[in-house]
Nanobody, 116 residues
Framework: QVQLVESGGGLVQAGGSLRLSCAASGRTFSNFVMAWFRQAPGKEREFVASTTGPGVYADSVKGRFTISRDNAKNAVYLQMSSLKPEDTAGYYC????????????WGQGTQVTVSS
C-alpha cells in the first residue's frame, strides 16, 4: 500500500506560479512511477505529467510545468509557471509500479485556482 498526500495548492493570479508537493509513504518509493493528474469541475480527470524518463507532459502544460522527484524524501513535485485560468482544477498525485500501466494509488487532491 502507498499513501499519497498532496499540498501546495491555492489561489494565484494568471501568470503566477505554484509548486505542488506530494508526500508518499508505505512502500519503496523509488520503485514507483509518479504522476500528476487534474480534474476541473464538470470535466474528466486528465493526465498532467509523469516521472517516466526525463518527464512526460500533456501538451497543454508542456513548457510551463515541470515534474520532479526526490527519492530521499519520498516526494514528487509539480512546479507550475505561467499559470492560466484554464489550469484551475483539483490536482491529484498518483503512483504505479514501474511494471504496470495502471495507476494504483491516488492522493486526495489539492485545489489550484487561477484568477484572470
Amino acid at each position: 500500500q502507498v499513501q499519497l498526500v498532496e499540498s501546495g495548492g491555492g489561489l494565484v493570479q494568471a501568470g503566477g506560479s505554484l509548486r505542488l508537493s506530494c508526500a508518499a509513504s508505505g512502500r519503496t518509493f523509488s520503485n514507483f512511477v509518479m504522476a500528476w493528474f487534474r480534474q476541473a469541475p464538470g470535466k474528466e480527470r486528465e493526465f498532467v505529467a509523469s516521472t517516466t524518463g526525463p518527464g512526460v507532459y500533456a501538451d497543454s502544460v508542456k513548457g510551463r510545468f515541470t515534474i520532479s522527484r526526490d527519492n530521499a524524501k519520498n516526494a514528487v513535485y509539480l512546479q507550475m509557471s505561467s499559470l492560466k485560468p484554464e489550469d484551475t482544477a483539483g490536482y491529484y498525485c498518483a503512483a504505479r509500479p514501474a511494471v504496470l500501466g495502471t495507476w494504483l494509488y491516488w492522493g486526495q487532491g489539492t485545489q489550484v485556482t487561477v484568477s484572470s
